[in-house]
């Protein structure tokens, strides 16, 4: 029998972790990480630090290629699945590629998103995933002082904070869309709202933005139904989707994510969806969570690495953990954190 | 302004334009004032389609020596690409088909055994060529169009030397082509926005004097064509065969022939009798062909008569490796054949040399009237430089034969002894010279003469001739030298450019290395050789063969031992294990 | 009266007045008493003074061997070269310097033996070289060993229990070869050999000239002087050498009449 060959979607904290753990566990198989993106995997909680020139980009990425090529860990960047057969175990990429797999670990993490009805104003806005996004806010950064900041993430708020550290003047409107997964109510504004204002930050309260226009390079200006406001730049931040659209017609069950069992399974054999791109399955909840978070996604990256091995170990999350917010569960506490 | 030092692969099957591709981007690179060397391999083997690899590096300051990791890859056939994976610089930008005619399996795909550092850039060649201009031939085209993009690249230099290339076959040829270099240039400049460099763009050029491009075979044709070769006599062997073809095609227009002749024997006896009537003859060959000559050659010493002999090695012994590199014809340069039969050898070390080399070479075998043996090898001949346009002077052209005075006729001594060892040399057609020249030793008239007096003395005038040949033989020439040297490196033909620069990044170091270059193999500059070496606390010799032939040669001018570096790989010696030898004899010395 | 000896001086006059002598070199040839080459030497060195060329625009070549010395007694521009190679040397000259007169010289061995793969292509090329192959069926400078076209059967100290090996024929291989210009003729008559070559060097292309001759001192049973005499004569009367399939005929038919065997007529 050849050797067998694992692949793992996703170059994030899931993807690295369920790669280290398949090798340190001692797995001899092939293993291969596909990542569209063609930079090497980086921390996304520090990007806001990187912004604020608190740490150096080096400080992003977790491993250098080295380390893969130490572990014997094919890393291909820049190279897009676009659709999986499991019947046949294969996996078709962008440039016509066709990879057989053994076990796989889909880890593909989430994208930035952004509603529908501000998609017409999408160039005007500045999203924050990746480093390249990174670099374009610390090169608009260095023009304006003033920023709107649209939705209510947890990567808004981190961003926020660290922007605040750089003496950058904000203004934020926080959006009934913000929090996804977790559906809009009015304790959660509240909450967010008085946080934020108590660092001052400018809330701007109103339920829809009518206009974008853009003044010059640097001065753009936002109507709302409530108020006019002037500033130098947006972020829109209305959470992540996860990262699955290649896999709809697939077979694999899909809600908003990659719907996996409590041992991180897919319904096909040997093949587990970890971290932003999936939704766990809780037996004491009955019910699926979402995971958001760095150290959450590392966790089930594990989990399921020793699972493809052969164990059966439960993503186990305290069930008081779990926010349940309108029939949605999370296991994060974000805002609180702020 | 910024230096650039970039090599570019270029991989392919044959028919898919690689060697066309690579081609470009050297002329286009010395359009742009870089100074540029490349090296093309392809099968010898006619059966089937083979892997084409071409590789081009592109400097701001002069380039002496082969790329040995690429920054680019241009892959213009994915499974044959693999195998230059492990001569990818860690982040080397791969150029590659994003959308291949059919699927492709892991097994056959690049980028599944890419490093993770690889910079990858997809581009669906066959497709942007067949909507710009109907056909997908045109899809190493817009693979260079997508290189010139990312890299930062002028496109009007690429489009003035695909105009050049195509010109004779064309508008509608340079159109097509010229269409699919933008189609690829215009579709990365698009998708790779915010991927684009400017390695070349910010580089100030260092060339003032018009460059030409270069191999070392072509630049031995144009020397023989401008030192007015009149014949050539030669048999199809590889490395060598690209001179013979390329003086077929411009030897007759100035009134020379080509004759493709039956062995090399003949072709080397058809040169000594060429040059015995008076006319400039040539014959180049490789090992196993200048093995057969030997015996001629060995006439040539004896009856006094020129010759221009070109041995482009190759890997041996035998057969060996016909498209390889090596230099392990040396001994049988310099001593192969019966006798005590001492003849001149030289070795140009890059593609000018080769030109100025040869062209001398004419006037050496004339003026001393002996074979002269041209040693350069597969890497030397096949690879590019854009060297300063080569031109020869009235002087360099002009015959070198010593004849004889008019008052000698009818008693001339053809085999005359003098204090030079040249005699004055009759040509067929001259009145009053008659004379015999032969084989066997002779008297001053030629006449058959096997005494105990005739032959020493006979054989000392031989000899003289060659020691009198050093004034008009280059010097050995020190590289980064100083007053003492904790290792001095000694090398010839191809494999110098390596030393020069491994040399040079060492003394960059502060290394105290130097470097001297021995282009005369024999005779040789002894007093020279002998004071680089004695000054040099280590002597170090890199060749590529496995005898240490160089070093056997002059390993004796110093009391201590020379150390030997000998590769027979085949391929060129590498810059960074000429290094690495240094390093561990400073080790060595430092403890 | 004429005695004996006026007629020998007188003899020798008219010779030098004749020019004659001029083609032969101060150098006595080394070939033994009685050999078949200085027939040859004779029949070429007339041929020269026939013509009148200018010995400063002839070239003679000779490889190893008996026949090889001959440029040395030859008062023509000689060039003595290695064993088998007379003929592209010869091209080589006559490619440097049109102008010249080039005469190849060499025996059976060093033209059918080791230089046997120049003989097809000089042909082939067809250069204007005139090339005298002495054919004696013996090595005789190394003593004595059979050659290419000794019979089958011959005994030397090389072959003591007799040649397995077929000999070769020089006028069938030239004929096949397409040599232009192709004659057969004896040592024994040197008037026929200076007049075949004056038709030969007439030819613009590759003329060979194979020669019948004797070993005096190596060869007791087969090309002896003997022999010879009795085996050769003159082609049929009427023998037309244009014609390629006539030649064959008769080179096929009879090994041993001699005259121009082939000449394809082509002019300056």
């Known amino acids: 029998m050849s050797r067998q060959s694992f692949v793992i979607i996703g170059n994030g904290p899931a993807a690295n972790q369920a790669a280290e753990s398949l090798r340190s566990q001692g797995s001899e198989a092939k293993i291969t990480m596909l990542s569209k993106d063609s930079f090497r995997g980086y921390l996304p909680h520090l990007l806001p630090d990187f912004i604020s020139g608190s740490i150096g980009e080096e400080s992003l990425y977790f491993r250098p290629h080295a380390y893969y090529k130490e572990k014997n860990i094919f890393l291909r960047l820049g190279q897009k699945a676009v659709g999986i057969d499991f019947s046949k175990r294969r996996i078709f990429l962008e440039h016509r590629e066709v990879i057989s797999f053994d076990g796989l670990i889909i880890a593909t993490g989430g994208k930035p998103r952004i509603p529908e009805y501000y998609q017409l104003f999408e160039d005007l806005m ?7 996004d990174a670099k374009l806010w610390i090169s608009k950064l260095k023009s304006v002082d003033s920023i709107l900041m649209l939705g209510g993430d947890l990567t808004s708020l981190s961003l926020t904070r660290a922007l605040l550290k750089m003496g950058k003047t904000i203004q934020f409107i926080i959006n009934e869309d913000s929090f996804w997964p977790i559906p809009y109510s009015e304790e959660i504004y509240k909450a967010v709202a008085q946080r934020l204002e108590s660092k001052g930050v400018q809330v701007v309260h109103c339920n829809k933005i009518r206009r974008v226009t ?24 209305f959470g992540l989707v996860p990262d699955v659209r290649f896999l709809v017609r697939s077979g694999l069950d899909i809600d908003r994510g990659i719907l996996v069992d409590e041992f991180l399974k897919t319904r096909f054999e040997d093949v587990f969806a970890v971290g932003d791109c999936a939704q766990v399955y809780h037996p004491a909840l009955r019910n699926y969570w979402v995971s958001i978070g760095y150290q959450n996604a590392a966790t089930l990256g594990k989990i399921a690495a020793s699972n493809l091995l052969g164990s059966d170990l439960e993503a186990l999350v305290a069930p008081e953990s779990i926010l349940d917010v309108g029939g949605v569960k999370v296991n994060t506490s974000w805002w609180t954190e702020f | 302004m910024t230096e650039v030092d970039f090599t570019v692969e270029v991989c392919g099957m044959a028919g898919d334009g690689t060697i066309a591709v690579g081609g470009l981007i050297n002329e286009a690179m010395s359009l742009g004032a870089f100074s540029v060397l490349g090296f093309d391999s392809y099968p010898a083997e ?3 389609f083979g892997r084409c690899v071409t590789n081009s590096r592109i400097g701001s300051s002069e380039i002496v020596a082969l790329g040995e990791q690429a920054h680019a890859l241009i892959s213009l056939n994915d499974e044959q690409s693999r195998s230059r994976v492990p001569f990818l610089a860690e982040d080397c930008m791969v150029f590659f088909d994003s959308a291949p005619p059919t699927k492709v399996t892991e097994d056959k795909s690049l980028l599944s055994v890419l490093p993770p550092g690889a910079q990858i850039f997809g581009i669906p060649f066959g497709n942007l060529a067949v909507s710009a201009a109907g056909s997908a031939r045109g899809r190493n085209l817009t693979a260079l169009g997508g290189f010139a993009a990312v890299c930062g690249i002028s496109p009007d230099l690429f489009r003035e030397v695909i105009g050049k290339k195509f010109g004779s076959k064309g508008d509608h040829i340079v159109s097509v082509n010229l269409k699919s270099f933008d189609a690829g240039y215009e579709y990365s400049k698009s998708v790779f926005a915010n991927r684009l460099g400017n390695i070349f763009s910010d580089v100030e050029s260092n060339a003032a004097s018009p460059r030409v491009m270069l191999s070392g075979n072509q630049a031995i044709g144009m020397a023989a064509i401008d030192a007015g070769l009149k014949l050539y006599f030669g048999y199809p062997i590889t490395p060598a065969t690209p001179i013979m073809e390329y003086l077929a095609k411009y030897l007759p227009k100035q009134g020379g022939r080509v004759v493709q002749m039956e062995d090399e024997i003949s072709s080397i006896a058809a040169v000594l009798g060429g040059f015995y009537a008076g006319a400039r003859a040539m014959t180049a060959t490789s090992g196993p062909g200048f093995a057969l000559m030997t015996e001629l050659i060995t006439h040539g010493v004896m009856a006094e008569i020129p010759a221009v002999i070109i041995d482009a090695q190759r890997g041996g012994p035998s057969t060996g490796l016909p498209t390889k590199t090596e230099q392990s014809d040396l001994h049988a340069a310099v001593f192969g054949g019966p006798g005590d039969s001492a003849r001149i050898v030289i070795a140009p070390t890059n593609v000018s040399e080769c030109y100025y080399f040869v062209l001398k070479s004419f006037q050496l075998a004339e003026k001393y009237q002996t074979p002269v043996i041209i040693l350069t090898d597969f890497f030397l001949d096949n690879r590019v430089e854009n060297v300063v346009a080569p031109k020869a002077s009235e002087e360099q052209k002009a015959c070198s034969n010593v004849f004889p005075e008019e008052s000698s006729k009818d008693n001339y001594q053809r085999y005359h002894y003098s204090s030079s060892g040249i005699s004055p040399r009759a040509i067929p057609g001259m009145e009053g010279f008659n004379f015999t020249a032969t084989g066997l030793e002779h008297t001053e008239k030629g006449i058959p003469d096997y005494s105990p007096e005739t032959h020493s003395r006979m054989t000392e005038k031989r000899h003289q001739k060659l020691f009198s040949a050093l004034v008009d033989l280059k010097e050995p020439e020190e590289f980064l030298s100083g007053d003492s040297l904790d290792v001095g490196v000694i090398g010839w033909g191809s494999t110098f450019g390596s030393i020069v ?9 502060g290394f105290s290395v130097g470097a001297l270059k021995i282009s005369s193999i024999f005779p040789l500059h002894s007093e020279i050789i002998r004071k680089f070496m004695a000054k040099s606390t280590v002597v170090l010799i890199p060749e590529l063969n496995y005898e240490g032939q160089l070093a056997n040669l002059i390993g004796h001018l110093d009391s201590k031992p020379v150390e030997r570096l000998n590769l027979v790989t085949g391929t060129p010696m590498p810059t960074s294990v000429i290094q690495e030898r240094i390093y561990q004899l400073m080790e060595v010395l430092a403890q | 009266m004429k005695t004996p000896a006026r007629v020998l001086v007188e003899q020798v006059r008219n010779i030098r007045e004749s020019g004659r002598f001029a083609a032969r070199s101060n150098a006595l040839p ?13 029949g070429l060195s007339d041929c020269i003074a026939e013509l009148g060329l200018s010995l400063h625009d002839v070239v003679t070549v000779s490889g190893i061997g008996c026949a090889g010395r001959y440029a040395f007694f030859s008062s023509t521009y000689g060039l003595h070269m290695v064993h088998g190679r007379t003929l592209p040397t010869a091209t080589g000259i006559k490619l440097a310097n049109p102008r010249l007169t080039v005469f190849a010289i060499g025996g059976d061995g060093d033209g059918l033996a080791i230089g046997a793969a ?5 042909a082939r090329r067809n250069i204007n070289v005139n090339y005298l192959l002495f054919d004696n069926s013996i090595y005789g400078l190394t003593k004595g060993q059979p050659s290419p076209t000794s019979p089958v059967g011959s005994k030397t100290k090389a072959s003591p229990y007799g040649t397995l090996d077929s000999p070769l024929n020089a006028t069938l291989m030239a004929l096949t070869y397409g040599a232009s210009f192709v004659a057969r003729l004896f040592a024994g008559d040197p008037k026929g050999i200076t007049k075949a070559l004056i038709e030969g060097i007439k030819n613009p292309g590759f003329s060979i000239f194979h020669i019948y001759t004797s070993c005096v001192t190596f060869d007791k049973t087969f090309k002896t002087w003997t022999n010879l005499k009795k085996w050769v004569h003159p082609l049929p009367k009427g023998y037309d050498p244009t014609d390629m399939r006539k030649a064959f005929d008769e080179v096929l038919s009879d090994d041993f009449s001699m005259g121009i065997i082939y000449n394809r007529g082509e002019q300056l």
């Open chain 3, 30 to 42: 080394t070939w033994c008493p009685g050999c078949g080459y200085f027939g040859i030497h004779q």
């Open chain 2, 46 to 48: 006619i059966r089937g």
């Open chain 2, 501 to 509: 620069e491994a040399v040079q990044r060492l003394r960059k170091s």
């Open chain 1, 126 to 132: 500045l999203t924050l995933k990746t480093p390249q």
């Open chain 3, 118 to 122: 120049h003989f097809p292509h000089i």
């Open chain 1, 214 to 237: 853009q003044i010059d390079e640097n001065l753009i200006e936002v109507d709302t139904d409530t108020c006019s406001v002037r500033t130098g730049a947006i972020g829109a931040f």
